[in-house]
């Protein structure tokens, strides 16, 4: 029997409506959580209120981050002696307001390792007129903005061994196709039953389901965008695991390319432009690899490989600082902050920050302005900034007043989201 729950009429589907700039659609924004401006403060404090535009209470708890669009913030969260409520959350952005929670039952496995996982630990993605939220539960939701129920998907329905015993994280990616079709990706690779899905944006339906290597896998699919550098006309996800990096084109689940033998199960990788115009792939295997565009047959080229790169749980970042001088960066659990120049790889230094980290950085500004944003487990908030040649340095660090950012981070205009389980945050001046 169908998982699929069809919860209100859709004529058309999600659409491509022309997003703001300063949105932030899903887990790492664009692909690379650089989107911030200059005017995102270096220094704030929770506790007395510095910089701090609103802080809005949380049903529940999680580690999914912020998606923003359309004057709405969006968050999921879960509740429950089981953690089996679902939460899918809009707050105003201009005043903090709870515009709306929308809440599901699980149907598939809520159990996860304590206390490094929740169950809502997959960030939204939202393409400004529909959300989409997917849950370590293995099930999968569409609402509009206005938080109106359009499907619902519990994928541990059709495939009962599609669970992690310690959790899953990744997070879904809207894509669109060259043929202009809208696809959700949705991977939900572990040790058991290992599937990638590709899933109707406008129904949930499935348009294919890939079997993967029964791997456990925390990464998330990133986005190349239609009309990069590398030639695809569409979107692409770029899925990385076991087998390495795969470019999948979205409406069929057909591999437009391979690369490498195998790459990091736990961080994602991430999508750049270098200097040239040409955009740029990080793959996260044996350190950093960076891909490029290849002048033959091959879809894809080492440009650089680095393996003293080596990031734990936070994904790599890209800044351009200094005098424009794009920087590569990465950071382990234990705080070593690496930074590299984005085309030779060549390491420039590094910096110790102060606790113990799981969320991805966010860069905000560039130039002398360029700044990472890297909140800890602690609850504080480490901002460093980067000299003309771009050796790190520690700015500022800023305390929340509460225990627990392993949510990545949010930039959207002027201001930069931080999560706990019981807050979200909006810094602006």
């Not at 630990?121 to 569409?142: I, K, L, M, R, W």
Request: aromatic share 8%.
């Amino acid at each position: 029997m169908t998982s699929l729950l069809l919860l209100a009429a859709l004529v058309t589907g999600p659409a491509d409506p022309a997003v703001a700039d300063d949105a932030w659609l899903g887990f790492r924004g664009p692909g690379n959580p650089s989107a911030g401006s200059d005017a995102v403060p270096t220094e704030f404090d929770g506790p007395k209120g510095t910089n701090v535009a609103w802080a809005a209470d949380l049903p529940g708890g999680g580690f999914s981050g912020p998606a923003i669009a359309g004057g709405r913030v969006f968050l999921t969260a879960n509740s429950g002696f089981d953690a089996g409520v679902l939460h899918v959350l809009a707050f105003d952005d201009a005043t903090g307001k709870r515009l709306w929670d929308r809440r599901f039952q699980a149907t598939g496995r809520t159990g996860t390792y304590e206390p490094d996982m929740r169950v809502a630990t997959s960030t939204p993605a939202t393409d400004g007129e529909y959300v989409f939220a997917q849950y370590s539960s293995n099930d999968v939701v569409c609402l509009t903005a206005e938080g109106v129920p359009v499907w619902y998907r519990g994928l541990t329905s059709d495939y009962p061994n599609v669970s992690n015993s310690l959790g899953m994280s990744s997070s879904p990616l809207l894509t669109t196709a060259a043929d202009g079709s809208r696809t959700l990706i949705v991977m939900a690779e572990n040790d058991a039953q290992s599937l990638l899905f590709g899933l109707d944006a406008a129904t949930g339906v499935s348009r294919w389901v890939k079997e993967r290597p029964d791997s456990a896998n925390w990464s998330s699919p990133t986005l190349l965008p239609a009309g990069s550098s590398f030639g695809n006309e569409g979107d692409l996800a770029l899925c990385q695991g076991s087998y390495g990096l795969e470019a999948i084109e979205p409406s069929t689940g057909e591999v437009a390319w391979h690369w490498g033998e195998g790459a990091s199960t736990v961080v994602s990788p991430a999508v750049a432009t270098a200097a040239t115009g040409d955009t740029r792939i990080f793959a996260v295997s044996d350190g950093i690899t960076a891909l490029e565009p290849s002048i033959d047959s091959r879809p894809a080229v080492v440009a650089w490989a680095n393996n003293r790169l080596r990031p734990s749980y936070a994904s790599p970042v890209a800044v351009r600082a200094g005098s424009s001088v794009p920087l590569v960066t990465t950071l382990t659990q234990g705080g070593i902050l690496s930074v590299a120049d984005l085309a030779t790889g060549d390491e420039i230094g590094k910096a110790r920050l102060k606790g113990k980290y799981w969320a991805t950085p966010v860069a905000v500004g560039s130039g002398e302005n360029a700044r990472l944003l890297c909140p800890s487990g602690e609850g504080t908030v480490t901002v460093v900034g980067f000299d003309e040649d771009g050796s790190p340095k520690v700015l500022a660090t800023n305390a929340l007043g509460e225990q627990g950012m392993w949510a990545s981070p949010a930039t959207a205009g002027d201001a930069a989201y931080f999560r706990t389980d019981a807050t979200l945050w909006k810094i602006a001046e």
